[in-house]
């Protein structure tokens, strides 16, 4: 059985526990009114949900055997049943952690050549996102919500604090009473489907880099963001060790829309197929939310070995390659001519982490929330486009060198180009 995986960074290299799956997702036939629970009840746990694009249920418990999934597939008012996977991270893996961290540092951003080599070797000047010439012409939107789905974040952090999303309803509402009457009580935040509470702190550092990459506070201190000002709604389905199941990710996907996300940004993937994710992702892309995902860092062509959420066939999908200070595809990240849509710095990148720390992370999860926050600035700047003339007016611009043109669709974003509209 081929295993799920968390596609994070190379900080959080990739494995699969050793339990691939924790149940079965169930999805109901469109019009069923009821029917016999006796037969799911007696394998486990049944815990039906609605979705705005569904009625699904879990299945959890340890007397589901194969014989008895065939059974319940041919279930009359069963649409399908798959596992419900598991995807993890390994612990982090030693990365530079800086004490005293400052915008010099941040190559992504602007590339010196200096700021952006290795121990041996230099970088090359202006293979970035070209963010100084974009912030003379927008530097974002307290209006622009995205929403980081992740290990949460932590809404404590001197350099994010100031550029959350915030539930008003709920931060001025009675404490244990669903105010605002979105189905979650207390999500001031957002929401932590990993634990099932309205708490999504990061305990783990990920979703809180990811975060900062999107939009630390441009306030003097610590590191910028791509975008000075922005709504980032924290949206936690990995548990602060790093693992989390297909369900969770679904339900965050539905929670970032039903709260009204522009944008969500989605460092994790690899693995299995799920077709529960992708009508989440499709249902996300009809209401109007921009999915970018992780293209994977295993080396992989995605055109011929597909990694899950990048690779689903959904229009509103964004898949990210990483990309060193050089220019040049990062040695471990996938790729593909048509799979992958462009790529964006990955390789040492300084932001945000966990009870206000800066640190140096490398992976496709650091490249993701790069194009999420160059989108945030083009919806800004831009406001009422669609998915469809936003990713266009991404890819359309973007600078492709004779490197990048081999592994992408596209080449490198640069903000400064898109917000201009300045095409190939």
């Known amino acids: 059985m081929k295993k799920i995986i968390l596609s994070c960074a190379l900080a959080f290299t990739a494995s699969a526990a050793a339990t691939d ?24 746990e049944f815990k039906r949900m609605n979705f705005s694009f569904g009625e699904f249920a879990t299945l959890k418990g340890a007397n589901i055997s194969n014989k008895s999934v065939k059974s319940l597939e041919n279930h009359p008012d069963v649409e399908y049943i798959e596992p419900n996977w598991i995807i993890t991270v390994d612990p982090a893996q030693k990365s530079e952690t800086i004490s005293d961290p400052s915008y010099s540092q941040q190559w992504g951003l602007k590339n010196t050549g200096t700021n952006s080599g290795g121990w041996f070797s230099s970088g090359k000047a202006g293979e970035d996102v070209n963010a100084e010439n974009a912030w ?27 550029n959350l ?47 900062g990459v999107i939009g630390a506070s441009h306030n003097n201190k610590g590191v910028r963001g791509v975008m000075a ?25 539905e929670y970032a829309v039903k709260n009204g996300a522009h944008i969500t940004s989605n460092s994790w993937g690899g693995g299995e197929r799920s077709e529960a994710l992708k009508e989440a992702i499709k249902a996300a892309y009809d209401a109007g939310t921009m999915f970018v ?20 066939k959904v ?14 595809r990062s040695s471990f990240s996938n790729y593909g001519k048509t799979s992958v849509h462009v790529f964006a710095p990955g390789s040492n990148i300084l932001s945000t982490v966990t009870n206000g720390r800066y640190q140096k992370m490398s992976g496709t999860s650091m490249a993701t929330p790069f194009v999420s926050g160059v989108l945030g600035l083009l919806l800004a700047n831009e406001p009422g486009l669609t998915i469809d003339e936003a990713k ?33």
């Open 165 to 211: 999303w915030v539930n008003d309803a709920e931060l001025n509402g009675e404490a244990g009473v669903d105010d605002d009457g979105n189905g979650y009580i207390d999500d001031v935040y957002g929401y932590d489907f990993a634990n099932n509470d309205a708490d999504p702190l990061d305990g783990h550092g990920h979703g809180t880099h990811c975060s």
């Open 21 to 44: 799956f924790n149940g079965y997702i169930v999805k109901f036939k469109k019009g069923t009114k009821s029917f016999d629970n006796k037969a799911f009840n007696a394998l486990g």
């Open 293 to 312: 995902a992780a293209a994977g860092n295993e080396r992989n062509d995605n055109d011929a070995r597909p990694t899950y959420p990048a690779a689903y």
């Open 392 to 424: 266009s007016q991404l890819m359309d611009s973007t600078v492709r060198n004779r490197s990048l043109g081999q592994y992408s669709v596209a080449g490198r974003v640069d903000a400064f180009r898109m917000l201009r509209n300045e095409r190939n």
């Open 136 to 162: 003379n012409i927008t530097k974002g939107s307290k209006d622009i919500i995205v929403a980081v789905i992740d290990t949460g974040i932590d809404y404590r952090h001197a350099d994010l604090k100031d």
């Open 229 to 253: 000002d922005v709504k980032l709604m924290g949206i936690k389905f990995l548990t602060d060790k790093g693992s989390g199941e297909t369900i969770g990710a679904i339900k965050a996907i």
């Open 315 to 328: 229009d509103g999908i964004i898949t990210v390659g990483a990309m060193d200070g050089k220019g040049n």
